[in-house]
């Protein structure tokens, strides 16, 4: 299976049974005590159900913003969020989010940490219990599941915030800057992962990365957004099979269009600032 390469511009989307996520004509504007600040401007474009979709820019330009309006955790100056076809007007109890540190609790194990979210959210225990084993199996962390985050490494560390971050089965994943924190090796490992993981789940994915190869490998489309206020660019098809194995993905011609037309943009915009 193929994706389309012919250049998406970004145009108005409108709520749709088959959106996960959507935005409409979505600004930010902070007021600070020397002066009002305008983080978004202007975005539109909708993310479908089970699609795969990262945002890149540069530094400062909204891309957090975006999933903290996702999330209902930010209100837009002007516009509309939606979630699952619903305005987001506060916070969203159904999507999983993943952050860039793992935040584990340190005195309690792998399992336990996952647990934590069936916990929180009231969870029925034995469920929870058989979700948790599917995810560790999944992720691989079979073997250390009473394992303290300390006796852990980076990479396993994130997989359990994934995994607690998929426990409830999440219609929609938000994943800001997941594994910036880790090494070269390790990223690559955790990115042929999370694409495993996306295909057997089929959840919703928005992915804020700083990594242009990692946004195209793991994505059915990159956002590309401006400096600040952020608006979108140009929303980049990446046409790769969805079956991606990660060394051949990488040499391939399609992939290195994505990632050039990407970096040209990010290019330009720095160009034009």
């Known amino acids: ?33 020397r002066q009002q600040v305008t983080a978004l401007s202007d975005v539109e474009f909708s993310v479908d159900r089970g699609e795969f ?11 957090s913003t975006l999933l903290r309006l996702t999330a209902g955790l930010l209100a837009p100056s002007s516009g509309t969020a939606r979630l699952e076809g619903a305005v987001v007007d506060g916070p969203r109890h159904q999507i999983g989010f993943a952050f860039q540190r793992a935040a584990l609790l340190e005195w309690r194990s792998a399992r336990r940490n996952i647990l934590l979210q069936a916990e929180m959210r009231g969870m029925d225990a034995k469920e929870a219990a058989v979700r948790a084993d599917e995810l560790i199996e999944m992720t691989g962390l079979k ?13 396993m560390q994130q997989r359990v915030a994934l995994c607690r ?54 994505s059915d489309r990159v956002v590309v957004m401006t400096p600040r206020p952020g608006r979108v660019e140009e929303i980049i098809p990446v046409d790769l099979p969805l079956d991606r194995n990660y060394a051949t993905t990488l040499a391939s011609p399609q992939f290195a269009a994505a990632t050039i037309r990407i970096r040209e943009l990010l290019g330009a915009s720095h160009a034009a600032e």
């Open 53 to 63: 979709v990262s945002i890149v820019g540069p530094s400062g330009c909204g891309k």
């Open 143 to 155: 073997g250390f599941e009473d394992a303290l985050p300390h006796e852990m490494s980076g990479g």
């Open 165 to 218: 971050a998929l426990l409830h089965r999440p219609p929609v994943l938000l994943m800001d800057e997941p594994f910036g924190a880790l090494d070269a090796l390790t990223r690559e490992q955790m990115n042929v992962e999370l694409r495993n993981i996306w295909q057997a789940t089929g959840t919703t994915v928005l992915l804020v990365t700083h990594s242009i190869p990692e946004a195209v490998y793991l």
């Open 1 to 33: 299976m193929t994706r389309s390469t012919s250049k998406a511009a970004p145009v108005a989307d409108h709520a749709t049974t088959e959106q996960a996520v959507g935005y409409e004509g979505v600004s930010v504007r902070f007021t600070t005590r």
